[in-house]
């Protein structure tokens, strides 16, 4: 049986080991990282005779494209599709993979983490104890916020939305509003989640949560008027996209005590630059885009990604390719 011939494939994020192996076995491979400023002439030198891409969290722009004469397939090791210049690939036939499902319960977790740490005061509360501060009882002043049996309303009531969702209802007897199209099942929601218009969802939520994708329509989405249409002291939660919320409104909006607090893992410019008044800010607990941060988690989401590749280097249909439509 003559073997297939093998194709070049770029990895632009480090790989495990294991499913870097897989990629050898069958395909010429070089890793080169192009945030890494020694990394970026090997990448640059690699790109245009790659067939295939994999890897994350780096903009694959129309630029970068245009440098990129011989490829077939990207493949990204997240389940968000942001960084990709869509209409491009569209264009050139490129196939784009990315890992719906593999990190939706992580993602939910890392969310429901950030709504217990902003609510309960979490962070500043072990940094009380930590620094040698818990002298006495506390007081008022150090109370929490209850989660059990308040209303949650989730933009994005896809997998991940759906996931926080299954959490709130069951575990903590909240009530559950979303926004937008419900465009996957809900096992386990029936009757537990009531679809509201966002001014609805805005104005009726003690803790209002992110998990819709970023894209033209949706950037800049919660700005000064939606979060001034949200109950006085509610919390926002961003586990989606950090240019989903205008920053400086949000700022505005904690310092002018409208909202109790923000629980952000994600930045409109990350790694979130030192100055960054959202860094200090008392009222947010930000994390460092740690969604689906588990070694478990990760390593599925490499598995996933590099059969992605694999297949469609094949020729044969990815397993989760991602409609360009
Ligand atoms: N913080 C992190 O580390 C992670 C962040 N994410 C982000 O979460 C997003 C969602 O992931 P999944 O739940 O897997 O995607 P999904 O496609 O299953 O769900 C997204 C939902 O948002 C809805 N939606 C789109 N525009 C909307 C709008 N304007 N208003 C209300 N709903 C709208 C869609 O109809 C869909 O139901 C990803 O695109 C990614 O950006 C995903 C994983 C980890
Ligand atoms: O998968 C994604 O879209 C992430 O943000 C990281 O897991």
Sequence with gaps: ?????????LVFRELPPD????????????VANPRKPEQLSRFDEALPSAHGLIGSSYPVDADLLARAASLEVISSVSVGVDNYALPALRERGILLCHTPGVLTETTADTIFALIMATSRRLVELALHVREGRWDRNIGEDLYGWD?????????????????????????????????????????????????VTMEALLAGSDIVVLTLPLTEDTRGLIGRSELQAMKPGAILVNGARGAIVQEDALLDALNA????????????????????????????TALPHIGSATHETRHGMAELATTNLLQALAGERPTALYPLG
């Design 19 to 30: 499913q870097l192996e897989r990629i050898r076995a069958v395909h010429d491979v070089t």
């Design 257 to 284: 005590g409208q909202l109790r607090a923000a629980g952000l893992d994600v930045f409109a410019s990350e790694p979130l630059p030192l100055a960054s008044p959202l860094r200090l800010h008392p009222r947010i």
């Design 147 to 195: 989660v059990h049996g308040k209303t949650l309303g989730i933009i994005g009531f896809g997998r991940i939305g759906q996931a926080v969702a299954r959490r709130a209802a069951l575990g903590f007897n909240m009530r559950v509003l979303y926004s937008g199209r419900r465009d996957a099942e809900a096992p386990g929601l029936e009757g537990k989640a009531t679809r």
């Design 1 to 9: 049986m003559p073997t297939a011939p093998r194709k070049k494939v």
